[in-house]
């Protein structure tokens, strides 16, 4: 009884058509032959290994702006790279002085991208390969060495430099910056924040409150808060035509809410 339905339940288990088992190698070998025949087969590394994209010739510059942050919250601390006026799955490859940077998560819509380590351990200037979804591939360099967080932004300002905040006025971050705002040309100047926020200066010569468009005050702007002051010289004063500063250079307040411990300015 026992070897008659131990009979039964192999019929019911093994369907119909189905191949014997090899008695041997070389049948084995054979039966595999069938469904093989171009010969042997290289299993698929797991995970897939994403090589360095060369440069291509003619170095294609990239036309966008680059936010490269010294540390994420998505990273663990480790470097973030965002392109804050592309869309998310625009960007499809990143690599940073030879590393390829993983995909994170977009911020606000923009591609997000991040490194093995902090920002301050990539040797400067950073040298970027950029691959678009298009399949067009474009190279970027940050502008100077030294420089361990900001935008790169190829083609538009030819100087940066970073500055640590001195204090907190009025309820901000405060910058006492040692150039005039006049030294620096008649702008644009690029103030990038180590949240992520960006102002743009267009004219060095007057003072630019809350607005990029307008330089006026407006509470209910995404920058309120943010003040930029020449220091070109007398008056000397809180009125929005006084453009001296006390220290005879850039006096900067970060937007109200924003916490960061240093800046970068571009020209």
Same mark, same amino acid.
């Given at each position: 009884?026992?070897?008659?339905?131990?009979?039964?339940?192999?019929?019911?288990?093994?369907?119909?058509?189905?191949?014997?088992?090899?008695?041997?190698?070389?049948?084995?070998?054979?039966?595999? $032959?069938?469904?093989?025949?171009? +010969?042997?087969? *290289?299993? =698929? &590394?797991? @995970?897939? #290994?994403?090589?360095?994209?060369?440069?291509?010739?003619?170095?294609?510059?990239?036309?966008?702006?680059?936010?490269?942050?010294?540390?994420?919250?998505?990273?663990?601390?480790?470097?973030?790279?965002?392109?804050?006026?592309?869309?998310?799955?625009?960007?499809?490859?990143?690599?940073?002085?030879?590393?390829?940077?993983?995909?994170?998560v977009p911020y606000k819509g923009a591609p997000v991208?991040?490194?093995?380590?902090?920002?301050?351990?990539?040797?400067?200037?950073?040298?970027?390969?950029?691959?678009?979804?298009?399949?067009?591939?474009?190279? $970027?360099?940050?502008?100077?060495? +030294?420089?361990? *967080?900001? =935008? &790169?932004? @190829?083609? #538009?300002?030819?100087?940066?430099?970073?500055?640590?905040?001195?204090?907190?006025?009025?309820?901000?971050?405060?910058?006492?910056?040692?150039?005039?705002?006049?030294?620096?040309?008649?702008g644009p100047v690029k103030f990038t924040f180590s949240?992520?926020?960006?102002?743009?200066?267009?004219?060095?010569?007057?003072?630019?409150?809350?607005?990029?468009?307008?330089?006026?005050?407006?509470?209910?702007?995404?920058?309120?808060?943010?003040?930029?002051?020449?220091?070109?010289?007398?008056?000397?004063?809180?009125?929005?035509?006084?453009?001296?500063t006390s220290h005879k250079g850039i006096y900067l307040?970060?937007?109200?809410?924003?916490?960061?411990?240093? #800046?970068?300015?571009?020209?």
């Amino acid at each position: 009884m026992f070897r008659l339905a131990l009979v039964i339940a192999l019929l019911w288990v093994v369907p119909a058509g189905a191949v014997t088992i090899p008695k041997s190698f070389g049948e084995c070998s054979a039966l595999c $032959a069938q469904f093989f025949p171009g +010969g042997s087969v *290289t299993p =698929p &590394v797991d @995970p897939p #290994v994403t090589p360095p994209v060369t440069p291509p010739s003619g170095n294609k510059i990239f036309p966008h702006p680059i936010t490269f942050e010294r540390s994420t919250d998505q990273g663990n601390g480790s470097a973030g790279i965002l392109f804050r006026t592309l869309q998310a799955g625009s960007v499809t490859y990143v690599s940073v002085n030879g590393e390829v940077a993983r995909l994170g998560v977009p911020y606000k819509g923009a591609p997000v991208f991040l490194l093995a380590k902090s920002g301050d351990q990539y040797a400067r200037p950073l040298s970027f390969v950029i691959k678009m979804a298009d399949g067009i591939t474009y190279v $970027a360099k940050s502008g100077i060495a +030294g420089d361990t *967080t900001g =935008p &790169v932004t @190829p083609g #538009v300002y030819k100087n940066s430099k970073s500055y640590g905040y001195y204090n907190v006025a009025n309820r901000r971050q405060a910058w006492r910056i040692p150039s005039r705002g006049d030294s620096l040309g008649s702008g644009p100047v690029k103030f990038t924040f180590s949240s992520g926020k960006t102002f743009t200066v267009k004219s060095t010569a007057k003072n630019c409150r809350d607005r990029e468009d307008t330089c006026n005050r407006d509470s209910r702007a995404a920058m309120y808060g943010f003040v930029f002051k020449p220091g070109n010289g007398a008056p000397n004063g809180e009125g929005d035509s006084d453009i001296g500063t006390s220290h005879k250079g850039i006096y900067l307040h970060a937007p109200f809410g924003d916490t960061s411990k240093s #800046v970068l300015m571009q020209w």
